[in-house]
């Protein structure tokens, strides 16, 4: 297998091995290899992880090349820069919970703000997807006019699936009329944009709803601005360059950027 790599960022949860098997039969529709990532504080930590990932996909794909690498940084600047030449980059999610939600920003919703090139999204809490929700799909959620490369993915994604492929318009519909719409879709394809003069993370409230209770995986695809734009600050947003949180070995631990007033990584606000 050739071409640009599937890459599936893991730490070990049981979220990142469902978002494992995803990536999996990703690469293969795609004939691509499949890389897997740990992000850790240290390059000797990651061996039984990703050993156990490694194992479990060449059981159940054998003919899928498979290749493992523990990465030492933050799991965000690591899989986005990974991710700018990757075919697909793969996330597990955990939907938001009260407080520590406030509190926590999750890799899967950094990743969202900041890719650079398309990200699948797979929610931890998620049955296999488009398994008894009637008729398979892929749904194309369209806002804004320059939606070329998400509508160009969505299209070759259905095709690669042999489904359907069903457009909505996400302007001027209710998030919750858009997450209702992803039943019975094998995944939902949206774009994304960044503004050089809004740094950090900030996604809409369409994308949060989607993140967090759509009923099938979730596919950004960024625009060709949005790209520029986030190459240019950087995959933190900010042009900084972050270490690891050495205080955790395992589950992808990062150390937030502190921001200048307000909680870590809050930018200033206006």
Known sequence: MTGRPVVVGMDGSTVAFGALDVAAAEA????????????????????????????RVRQRYPGLTVRTEAAVGDPVEVLVERGRDAALTVVGHRAARPFTGLLVRSVSRRMAA???????????????????????QVLLGLEHDDATDCAGYAFADADRRQVALRVTALRGTSARAVVDATAGADAIVIGTRHRRDRPGPRLGRVTSALLDHAHCPVVLVPAPTARAAVATRGPDGTG???????????????????????????PRQA
């Open 28 to 55: 293969l529709r795609r004939r691509a290899p499949l890389e897997i990532v740990y992000c850790v504080p240290e390059p000797d930590i990651g061996g039984p992880v990703l050993a156990a990932a490694g194992a």
């Open 114 to 136: 900041r890719t650079l090139g398309p990200l699948l999204v797979v929610r931890g809490d998620l049955p296999q997807h488009g398994a008894g929700r009637g008729e398979h």
């Open 240 to 266: 900084r360059r972050h270490r690891p949180d050495r205080g955790s070995p395992g589950g992808g631990a990062f150390r937030a950027p502190r921001g200048p007033r307000g909680m870590p990584g809050e």
